[in-house]
């Protein structure tokens, strides 16, 4: 198997920003192309029925965006060019959407291990990736 294109999701967490850097040492050696995935995870109230307008929950998603992304070029050294996707929706959802649209040869994503029984080793986003991502996924724990 040939990883060409390396898909990394990012939310500006110490573990993400790991990933970030795990993945980018591999794309190096193996000449891959690299993208980052954001999701952005529309808000609930209370009562769960909260909506935002299109154009509120837009505007929301570019400001999370800007400032996560700038975290993560400035603390990974991630490159100016690489690709970068936005898509609102649960970050398992989105995670598993872009690497089969990209489509992606491998996800490398961080995994904070919080969660019930079920959860104990991985996150639960991270579980589902490896339950239905459509490539090879590397869960890569924080930094020691």
Request: hydrophobic share 45%.
């Amino acid at each position: 198997m040939s990883f060409k294109k390396i898909l990394i999701p990012v939310d500006g967490s110490p573990v993400s920003l790991h990933a970030v850097r795990v993945g980018l040492d591999l794309a190096r050696a193996l000449n891959a192309r690299v993208a980052t995935v954001f999701a952005v995870e529309p808000s609930m109230g209370d009562s769960g029925e909260v909506r935002l307008s299109d154009e509120q929950m837009a505007a929301a998603a570019g400001e999370d965006d800007r400032e996560v992304m700038a975290t993560v070029r400035r603390d990974t050294g991630l490159p100016e060019d690489a690709e970068h996707f936005v898509h609102v929706g649960q970050a398992a959802d989105v995670v598993d959407r872009t690497a089969r649209d990209w489509p992606a040869d491998l996800i490398v994503m961080g995994s904070h291990g919080r969660g019930g029984l079920g959860r104990a080793l991985l996150g639960s986003v991270s579980e589902t990736a490896v339950r239905h991502a459509p490539c090879a996924v590397l869960i890569v724990r924080g930094a020691e």
